[in-house]
């Protein structure tokens, strides 16, 4: 059984900056492609920033490209979201999650879920 905790979150003004934690107990972590998600309030899940199971492959969402940076360190069983130049509509809880199907966009193939950070930028 995999375990994720994020960490990390917290208010910032807006165009500041943040980074967000995930660590993982498994044993398996370099084996998981990781992904990171943010929900607001009312609305549905989104994807944000997924990486590959060595970290030499990422992904992220045009809402958040050239801001955000995901990475990883398999020997902290840790994987990161390094977030700059924050704006209000980046306020959400952000999740981070494993997936045994490689990067994906996807949050319905991702099979481990964190409990949330919430991460607050105000105007």
């Known amino acids: 059984q995999v375990q994720l905790v994020e960490s990390g979150g917290g208010l910032v003004q807006a165009g500041g900056s943040l980074r967000l934690s995930c660590a993982s107990s498994?044993?398996?972590?370099?084996?998981?492609?990781m992904g990171w998600f943010r929900q607001a309030p009312e609305k549905e899940r989104e994807f944000v920033a997924t990486i590959n199971w060595s970290g030499d492959s990422t992904r992220t969402a045009d809402s958040v490209k050239g801001r955000f940076t995901v990475s990883r360190d398999n020997a902290k069983n840790t994987v990161y979201l390094q977030m700059n130049s924050l704006k209000p509509e980046d306020t959400a809880v952000y999740y981070c999650?494993?997936?045994?199907?490689?990067?994906?966009?996807?949050?319905?193939?991702?099979?481990?879920w964190g409990q949330g950070t919430q991460v607050t930028v105000s105007s």
């Open positions: 999650a494993g997936s045994d199907y490689g990067m994906s966009n996807s949050p319905v193939t991702y099979r481990y």
């Open positions: 498994g044993r398996t972590f370099s084996s998981y492609a």
